[in-house]
Antibody
């Protein structure tokens, strides 16, 4: 059974750096084809894809956010960490991590999400 | 970036009636080498993460009721709920994974009339 859970601060000040951790179980990020993605959703708005890390440590980032995002993985701890710099109130929203189905491009299991508010 | 445009933004359908949601891509999502459309559909209920309904544009995910179906190819896609049930009230999103960045449609809200 695959599960994912996001954790991190709920309130961040503008210009600060956000660090979110995705802790997962039921799969290994050292298995060929596996990936973990991050998607966010501002309140009452649509989903936005942010980034994706693969089993081989390849990474993809949204071009519009690439300069602000960093993904790392800790295979032994079954964790993926997303770092976003220079936060702004428009970054407020629910951040989801999700399991990318092996060999596909979509996400089949999602965490419950964590709400991050950017405010002074 | 590939722009995904859904229509309508919202619709109200009577219980037992058909609901049809459209998703149009600014570029083809049909990959010539494997003849697959790189599009999926999600359902999102309030306070929940998205749930995968359809992949490769038309293949129903395991456990998804057969009243949900996907169709279309290239740039035009449709999600159909053949007989709307109360539990289908949600926002539905299409997602293209043909290229990076992956992009979602803006969502279609389905309600009961």
């Amino acid at each position: 059974q695959i599960t994912l859970k996001e954790s991190g601060p709920t309130l961040v000040k503008p210009t600060q750096t956000l660090t979110l951790t995705c802790t997962f179980s039921g799969f290994s990020l050292s298995t060929s084809g596996v990936g973990v993605g991050w998607i966010r959703q501002p309140p009452e708005k649509a989903l936005e894809w942010l980034a994706l890390i693969f089993w081989n440590d390849n990474k993809l980032y949204s071009p519009s956010l690439k300069s602000r995002l960093t993904l790392t993985k800790d295979t032994s701890r079954n964790q993926v960490v997303l770092t976003m710099t220079n936060l702004d109130p428009v970054d407020t929203g629910t951040y989801y991590c999700a399991h990318r189905r092996d060999g596909s491009g979509w996400y089949d299991y999602w965490g419950q999400g964590t709400l991050v508010t950017v405010s002074s | 970036d590939i722009v995904m445009t859904q229509s309508p933004d919202s619709l109200a359908v009577s219980l037992g009636e058909r609901a049809t949601i459209n998703c149009k891509s600014s570029r083809t999502l049909l990959y010539s080498s494997d003849n697959k459309n790189y599009l999926v559909w999600y359902q999102q209920k309030p306070g929940q993460p998205p749930k995968l309904l359809i992949y490769w544009a038309s293949i129903r995910e395991s456990g998804v009721p057969d009243r949900f179906s996907g169709s279309g190819s290239g740039t035009d896609f449709t999600l159909t709920i053949s007989s709307l049930q109360a539990e289908d009230v949600a926002i539905y999103y299409c997602l293209q994974f043909y290229t990076t960045p992956q992009t979602f449609g803006q969502g279609t809200k389905v309600e009961i009339k």
